[in-house]
C-alpha cells in the first residue's frame, strides 16, 4: 500500500460543478503540498497545509490530522482548472525533509 | 523574479555518458531537492539538501550524485546514465524543511532526459 493515496485517479466535470480530491496518508506527517501540474509539464505549489484549512480564490484545502485525510475543493470550474493535482506530504519522521507523493488526479473541466 | 532554474529542458544521450542537469535559485532557499517522474509511479524523490555542504538520499538515489557547494546550486549528476533514468526530472527549493507553515515548494520546469 502506498504511503499516500489520491481518489480519485481521474476526474471529468463540466464547468461550474464543485470538485473535490481527496488523499489519504499512512504516516506521521508535519505537512501536506498540494501541487498542480499542467499539461506542459510545470508543476505549481498551490497549498501547504499542517492544520485547519486554507483558501486561495475558488480553491479551498482541508486535512484532518487524526484521520490522516486532506481534501482539495475546487468551486465553479472553469476548464483552465484542468491539470493534474498532486498530493505530497512531508514526513515528521525525516522532520520533513522527505517528501512522499500521491500519484495525481486527472482533472478535465469540459466547457 | 523569484525562480528556480533547470538546465537543459531537454536531454537526449547515450548509455555510459555522464552528464549533469544543474538547478539555480535565487530566493535565498536553503532546502533543495531533487525528483523523477514516470507514469504510473508519479514523483519519487532522488535526493535532498537541507543547507550548503549537507546532502541525503531520497527514495531513488542510485545511479545519481548530488553536491551542495553553493546555497543557490545544486546539480544532479549522473555518471553513467542507463535507459532506465529515461524520465522527467524536477527540481525544487523552499526554506527550512521544518518551518513548514512558511515553506511551499518552488520547482523548476523540468528537464526531459532520454538515454538510449
Known amino acids: 500500500k502506498n504511503e499516500v493515496e489520491q481518489s480519485p485517479q481521474n476526474l471529468t466535470a463540466q464547468e461550474g460543478e464543485f470538485i473535490t480530491i481527496n488523499c489519504s496518508y499512512s504516516v506521521g506527517i508535519s505537512a501536506l503540498h498540494w501541487l498542480q501540474q499542467h499539461p506542459g509539464g510545470g508543476i505549481v505549489s498551490l497549498f501547504m497545509?499542517?492544520?485547519g484549512k486554507k483558501k486561495h480564490g475558488r480553491l479551498i484545502a482541508t486535512i484532518n490530522i487524526q484521520e490522516k485525510h486532506s481534501s482539495l475543493h475546487i468551486t465553479a470550474s472553469h476548464p483552465r482548472d484542468s491539470a493534474v493535482y498532486i498530493c505530497?506530504?512531508?514526513?515528521?519522521?525525516?522532520?520533513?525533509?522527505?517528501?512522499?507523493f500521491g500519484e495525481g488526479t486527472q482533472l478535465t473541466v469540459n466547457p | 523574479e523569484a525562480q528556480v532554474t533547470q538546465n537543459p529542458r531537454y536531454l537526449i544521450t547515450v548509455t555510459g555518458k555522464k552528464l549533469t542537469v544543474t538547478c539555480s535559485q535565487n530566493?535565498?532557499?536553503?532546502?533543495m531537492s531533487w525528483y523523477r517522474q514516470d507514469p504510473g509511479l508519479g514523483l519519487r524523490q532522488i535526493y535532498y539538501s537541507m543547507n550548503v555542504e549537507v546532502t541525503d538520499k531520497g527514495d531513488v538515489p542510485e545511479g545519481y550524485k548530488v553536491s551542495r557547494k553553493e546555497k543557490r546550486n545544486f546539480p544532479l549528476i549522473l555518471e553513467s546514465p542507463s535507459p532506465n533514468q529515461t524520465s522527467l526530472y524536477f527540481c525544487?527549493?523552499?526554506?527550512?524543511?521544518?518551518?513548514?507553515?512558511?515553506?511551499?515548494?518552488?520547482f523548476g520546469n523540468g528537464t526531459r532526459l532520454t538515454v538510449t
Open positions: 530566493m535565498n532557499h536553503e532546502y
Open positions: 505530497a506530504v512531508r514526513s515528521e519522521e525525516t522532520s520533513g525533509s522527505r517528501l512522499t
Open positions: 497545509l499542517s492544520s
Open positions: 525544487a527549493s523552499s526554506l527550512r524543511h521544518h518551518q513548514a507553515g512558511n515553506s511551499p515548494l518552488h
